[in-house]
């Protein structure tokens, strides 16, 4: 069974002791693990509701956010969509035991690096329970043991989801105690957890700048910061308008409260004329509120009341709502300097049909993922091809961009000799 409010040193070492038994087991023996996961959550899924009913009532009464709440909500789809997630990640390709690279050296040695599994992956997150069943597919199939630590607000539905996933491990005749479950007992317990370096070998935050800083102060396992998104779009002097439209109002509305959504869009003074007044429109329109430059203000006059000025914390900020800061800028060369003072290093969008300004985007801006013409809400392990994803780092060590199996490996030499010795 799922492991809950257990001291933190004895859930990270029996999550050890499982993570061996776990690189060794096949592919075959690993996805029948996600499959019972996933049969198992459709088979309860009235048992999860009930218990994301409790966490959803706390978390009015406490006066979350609406987007902290579409964060934590689960209903019959979102289940089953969590359910196909995992069955998507059955049927990608094991990256334990591939090949990476493999030669002959001169001296008649074969050598050949391989991806062998990490060990004990622990995942903070917060307020957001899919999180649980998606990072647990991937550590399984990727063959590591998985600590999950999620926020309290999420107690209950993080405690059913991790059930059904410790019981889906077992019943493939795995380790049970490959999916750990702390209980999201304050800071103190997050410090014990960061301080592992004995069982855990890698620690993924999932959550704000707050959570990143608690982490920094006291860890010594390694950490990789799947971390806040100030994602820009860019409407370059040579957009199709009708498409800027169109990737803006996504980016920003299709789900706000996410870390791949936009957060300021920059616009370029010779399209701002024609741009500036139908974007602003449509996005109020979609219950945006604005936060502009002087330029943006004037192109729309006094018309619009609900415009505020944009102060230079609106630029650094990841609103995670409707809310979103709106600039002009001279050249294209403005608009990566912008996105070099105020961005994060997520995802950056330009819109354009020059290739010479797309290009220069892309080797300009330093960030996980450029997009051209394309919405920044495409950072996605589901949406790229990787069937899910822990998180998305904003680091360039380990790894950078969705946080999928190959990055929940690492790799060793394998050299066989024939009585080698060295002289």
């Known amino acids: ?63 979350l956010s609406a987007a902290l709440l579409d964060r934590l909500a689960l209903d019959e789809d979102r289940v ?16 334990v035991g591939e090949v990476i690279e493999g030669r002959r050296l001169a001296n008649g040695l074969d050598v050949r690096k391989v991806r062998v599994p990490l060990g004990v992956v622990a995942v903070v997150y917060e307020a957001r329970p899919n999180v649980t069943i ?33 019981d889906g491990v077992a019943a493939a005749g795995l380790p049970a105690s490959s999916v750990g479950l702390l209980a999201g007992g304050g800071r103190g317990e997050l410090a014990e957890l960061a301080t592992q370096s004995a069982t855990v070998d890698l620690i993924i935050p999932r959550g704000g700048e707050g959570l ?14 799947a971390a806040s998104g100030n994602c820009h779009v860019y409407v370059d002097a040579f957009a199709d308008l009708d498409d800027a439209e169109a990737i803006v109002i996504n980016a920003k509305t299709q789900r706000p409260g996410v870390c791949n959504a936009a957060e300021t869009l920059l616009v370029h003074e010779a399209v701002a004329e024609a741009f500036i007044p139908r974007i602003v429109s449509g996005l109020i329109a979609a219950g945006v509120q604005l936060r502009v430059d002087e330029r943006t203000r004037a192109l729309v006059g006094g018309q619009i009341d609900s ?56 080797r300009g801006v330093d960030a996980a993922c450029v997009y051209v013409n ?50």
């Open 80 to 95: 089953r969509a969590i359910a196909d997630a995992a069955l998507t990640i059955v049927s990608l390709p094991d990256p």
């Open 307 to 362: 415009l505020r000025p944009a102060s230079e914390e609106d630029w650094a900020t990841e609103y995670l709502a409707l809310t979103l800061a709106v600039g002009l800028v001279d050249s294209t060369e403005e608009a990566i300097e912008h996105i070099a003072r105020y961005g994060s290093g997520h995802s950056e969008a330009i819109v354009t049909r020059d290739t010479v300004a797309a290009r220069a985007f892309q």
């Open 134 to 166: 998606d990072a647990a597919a991937l550590c399984l199939k990727s063959g590591n043991a998985i600590v999950l630590r999620g926020s309290s607000s999420a107690a209950h539905s993080n405690a059913a989801l991790a059930q059904v996933a410790a």
């Open 1 to 63: 069974m799922a492991t809950v409010a257990s001291a933190v040193e004895e859930v990270c070492g029996r999550a050890k002791r499982a993570a061996s038994a776990l690189a060794r087991a096949d592919s075959e023996r690993r996805n029948a693990a996600l499959t019972e996961i996933a049969a198992g959550l459709i088979a309860r899924c009235e048992e999860i509701l009930q218990a994301n009913a409790q966490d959803m009532q706390a978390g009015r009464e406490a006066g």
């Open 212 to 225: 990143k800083a608690a982490l920094q102060e006291v860890a010594t396992v390694p950490v990789i910061y």
């Open 374 to 423: 394309a919405s920044t809400r495409f950072t996605d392990g589901g949406e790229m091809g990787m069937g899910a994803e822990i998180g998305n780092s904003t680091q360039k060590l380990h790894a950078r961009g969705p946080i999928g199996l190959r990055e929940l490996c690492t790799f060793k030499y394998l050299i066989e000799g024939d009585g080698h010795t060295r002289g």
